[in-house]
C-alpha cells in the first residue's frame, strides 16, 4: 500500500473525518531501524502509547533466490541458500542438500550424517547468540552482546578452520561432506562444549533476574498455541506456547533419532518463555554436539555421486529444523540438470506474520520486544 | 483416509499416491477448497505448513497450486494439489488458516494468480506498482520493469 492509500484508508474507518482530526497518530518505524535486525518496514497505529493497529511491509531484501534457482544446476544453487539466513548458513545449506539427496535417493554416509549434526548444532548455538544479544539490547542491556559476540567468535573458528568461510559456509555438498574434520577438529569442538554451560549461565546471571528484563518480557507479545497452529509458527516460538514439537523428535533427520535430548517447552507464551527456551535448547545441542563428536566413526564422508545431478522427475518436501523454525524445501524435478521450481519454507516469513496478532493491543515499545523474540532474519523473510 | 475421499468426491480425486516416502493428493479444481477444508475437519491437518504454486506454461491448465498441510496428532504431511486456467481464481484459504494470508498474497506477486475471497491481495514482496509477474516461465532471469527502476530509482537499469 502507498502512503497516499494508507492515510485514505484511514479516512474510511472514520467518516468525514480527515487524517489529521483523528486521535491516531501514524508512525513508521523502518525499514533502517537498529530494532527491526535488517530492512523491515513497520506501520504503527498509535493512539498514544497504545498499538490500535500494525502493518508490515517486507521486500526491501528480495533477490529473487527461487527464480535464480531455476537458473543453476542442482549442485550450483547450494552456495546461493546461505544466504536466505545468514546467520544460520549451515542450516540452510543441510535443508538444501537433504532435499537434493531425497529426490536422488542418496543415502549420506554416518560419518558425513554425524559431522552434519556437529557442525549445524554448533551453527544453532551461534544464531541464538546472536538472537540473544541483540534482542537483550533492543530492550536497553548493551553488555550481553559484547559477552555473545566474544563466545561466538570460538564457533566461527570453527567453521573457518573446517571450510574457509565463517558465516556464509556452505560446508556441506549434496551426497555429504566436501571436508571430513580437520586435525584438533574434536578436542576444539569439545572445548567448546566444556567452555560454553558456565558461559550461558553468565548470560543467565546477567539477565533472566534483571527486574527491567522481567518488567519488558513477562506477559509481552502473549500468544496462544491454538494461534501458533492457525498461523504455522513453528520453533521456539510454538514451544515457547507450550507445544512439543520440534522437527528433530519428530521426523527425524541425519541420524538425531541416535540422540539424547530434550526439547524444552514453555508454558505461558510470551516473550520471557520464549527467552528461556532459547536458552535451554543451546545447553541441549551441547549435549548433542558431545553424543556426536563421541560417536564419530571412521568411513566415508561423501556418498557417491555423479558430477553432473539429474535427479528423476518428481517432488519432495523436506525440512529440518533450523534455530528459527521448521526450514523446509519443495522441489521440482522435470528430470533435467536444473531445478524446475525451488520454493522455500521460511520459518522467518511465516512467524513474522502473527507479528500483527502479537502486537496488538500492546505498549509501542513492546512492539521492538516482539520483533526481538520473534527471531526473524529478512533475508529469510524477503529471499 | 484416500477410500474415503474417494468415495465422497469420486472422480475429483484424481491420484493418490506416495513418492519417495510423501503423500499427495491431485485434485479436481472444483472441490479442492472442499477436501482441504474435509482434511482439516476430519482427519485434523490442522497446519498449513505451505503454500506454494508451480507454473506449467506449456500445459492446459498451467498453474499447479500445491498445499502442505501438516497434522501434528497424527505426525504426518500430506499435500494437496490442483491444476488451474491461466486467469482463473483460486479459492481462498484464509477463512481457514489465517496464516494463509501472506502465503496466498506471495503467490500472487510471483505467480499473478488471483484468490477469490483473500481479504487483502496486494503484492507483498515486490513494489505494489510493479508490473511482471517472477516466478512465471516466461519472465527472464534478467528481465525487470524498467519504467519502474527508472522513476523510482533514476537509473537505466537495476543491474
Known amino acids: 500500500m502507498s502512503d497516499d492509500q494508507f492515510y485514505e484508508s484511514l479516512d474510511e474507518v472514520e467518516p468525514g473525518r480527515t487524517f489529521l482530526d483523528s486521535n491516531e ?42 527464480k535464480i534457482a531455476e537458473n543453476r544446476t542442482w549442485a550450483g544453487f547450494a552456495p546461493f541458500v546461505d544466504r536466505l539466513d545468514y546467520t544460520a548458513a549451515v542450516s540452510n545449506n543441510l535443508g538444501y542438500c537433504l532435499a537434493v539427496e531425497k529426490l536422488l535417493g542418496v543415502e549420506v554416509p554416518k560419518r558425513a550424517q554425524y559431522l552434519r549434526v556437529i557442525l549445524t548444532e554448533l551453527c544453532r548455538l551461534a544464531s541464538h547468540q546472536v538472537w540473544l544479544g541483540t534482542h537483550v539490547l533492543d530492550i536497553g542491556a548493551v553488555t550481553p552482546l559484547f559477552y555473545v559476540f566474544r563466545d561466538r567468535e570460538d564457533i566461527l573458528n570453527v567453521f573457518e578452520k573446517y571450510c574457509g ?32 554451560p558456565p558461559k550461558i549461565d553468565e548470560y543467565r546471571d546477567l539477565i533472566t533476574g534483571n527486574r527491567i528484563w522481567l518488567q519488558r518480557t513477562k506477559n509481552v507479545g502473549h500468544i496462544s498455541a491454538e494461534d ?7 520453533g521456539p516460538v510454538l514451544r515457547g506456547s507450550g507445544i512439543n514439537w520440534d522437527v528433530r523428535k519428530a521426523q527425524p533427520y541425519s541420524s538425531y533419532e541416535d540422540f539424547d535430548f530434550d526439547i524444552p517447552i514453555g508454558t505461558a507464551g510470551d516473550t520471557f518463555d520464549r527467552y528461556v527456551v532459547r536458552i535451554e535448547e543451546m545447553r541441549q545441542s551441547i549435549r548433542i554436539i558431545r553424543q556426536a563428536v563421541e560417536g564419530l566413526a571412521e568411513g566415508p564422508i561423501i556418498a557417491r555421486v555423479p558430477k553432473v545431478l539429474k535427479p528423476p522427475a518428481g517432488e519432495v518436501y523436506v525440512s529440518i529444523e533450523a534455530p528459527k523454525g521448521e526450514l523446509g524445501y519443495f522441489l521440482v524435478s522435470d528430470g533435467s540438470a536444473q531445478p524446475y521450481r525451488v520454493r522455500v519454507r521460511p520459518p522467518s516469513f511465516i512467524n513474522l506474520q502473527a507479528l500483527e496478532k502479537m502486537a496488538k493491543g500492546s505498549l509501542v515499545a513492546d512492539v521492538v520486544a516482539i ?13 | 483416509m484416500v477410500e474415503q475421499l474417494r468415495s465422497t468426491y469420486c472422480s475429483g480425486i484424481k491420484e493418490a499416491a506416495t513418492y519417495a516416502g510423501q503423500n499427495y493428493l491431485v485434485v479436481d479444481r472444483s472441490i479442492c477448497h472442499e477436501v482441504l477444508l474435509s482434511l482439516y475437519e476430519q482427519w485434523k491437518f490442522h497446519s498449513l505448513t505451505d503454500l506454494t504454486a508451480v507454473h506449467y506454461p506449456k500445459d492446459e491448465l498451467p498453474i499447479e497450486m500445491v498445499w502442505i498441510l501438516f497434522s501434528m496428532s497424527a505426525n504426518e504431511r500430506v499435500r494437496v494439489k490442483a491444476r488451474f486456467a491461466e486467469g482463473e481464481a483460486v479459492p481462498t484459504l484464509t477463512d481457514r488458516w489465517v496464516g494463509a494470508n501472506w502465503l496466498e498474497r506471495e503467490v500472487y506477486d510471483m505467480f499473478g494468480v488471483t484468490f477469490a475471497g483473500h481479504p487483502d491481495l496486494r503484492r507483498i514482496l515486490l513494489p505494489d506498482e510493479w508490473t511482471g509477474f517472477p516466478l512465471r516461465k516466461d519472465y527472464g532471469l534478467q528481465q525487470q520493469d524498467t519504467v519502474w527502476v527508472k522513476k523510482n530509482l533514476g537509473i537505466e537499469s537495476g543491474r
Open chain 1, 25 to 66: 497518530l501514524v508512525l513508521n518505524m523502518g525499514p533502517q531501524h537498529p530494532s527491526t535486525h535488517g530492512v523491515l518496514r513497520v506501520i504503527l497505529k498509535l493512539d498514544g502509547e497504545k498499538v490500535n493497529g500494525i502493518e508490515c511491509v517486507i521486500g526491501y531484501l528480495h533477490r529473487g533466490i527461487e
Open chain 1, 165 to 196: 568461510a565463517r558465516l556464509t559456509t556452505h560446508a556441506f555438498r549434496i551426497g555429504g561432506c566436501r571436508w571430513d574434520a580437520y586435525a584438533g577438529f574434536a578436542q576444539e569442538v569439545l572445548h567448546i562444549c566444556d567452555d560454553l
Open chain 1, 228 to 234: 501458533c497452529i492457525a498461523y504455522a509458527i513453528t
Open chain 1, 371 to 383: 520483533i526481538g523474540t520473534l527471531d526473524i532474519v529478512l533475508g529469510e523473510v524477503d529471499r
